[in-house]
Nanobody, 127 residues
Framework: QVQLVESGGGLVQAGVSLRLSCAAS????????MGWFRQAPGKEREFVAS????????YYADSVKGRFTISRDNAKNTVYLQMTSLKPEDTAVYYC????????????????????WGQGTQVTVSS
């Protein structure tokens, strides 16, 4: 059973940085593509970033490109989301997601592309 546990969220001021972590278990982590999504109150879940199983190909939503960086450590079964220059509009619950992938599985961005989800971690950015 795949389990994903996010951590690192919190209340921060605009302009600062924050790093989210997602620890995965119950899977062969290096065989999974990973993603981050977020959901603000009253809005649909939206794509933030994804990373291929090989850690070579990353993909970002336009709204976070240049500010957020997704990375993974296959030895630690963990995926990270480094967030810089945070804005109030980044306020949301952030979710980690996983899907079994081939080497051809890249640039995935739809919630339906992923089969496993974490419970989420709240990020609140004050102005």
């Amino acid at each position: 059973q795949v389990q994903l546990v996010e951590s690192g969220g919190g209340l921060v001021q605009a302009g600062v940085s924050l790093r989210l972590s997602c620890a995965a278990s119950g899977l062969t982590f290096s065989s999974y593509a990973m993603g981050w999504f977020r959901q603000a109150p009253g809005k649909e879940r939206e794509f933030v970033a994804s990373i291929s199983r090989s850690d070579i190909i990353t993909y970002y939503a336009d709204s976070v490109k240049g500010r957020f960086t997704i990375s993974r450590d296959n030895a630690k079964n963990t995926v990270y989301l480094q967030m810089t220059s945070l804005k109030p509009e980044d306020t949301a619950v952030y979710y980690c997601a996983a899907r079994y992938a081939t080497m051809l599985t890249t640039k995935i961005s739809k919630p339906s592309d992923f089969s496993s989800w974490g419970q989420g971690t709240q990020v609140t950015v004050s102005s």
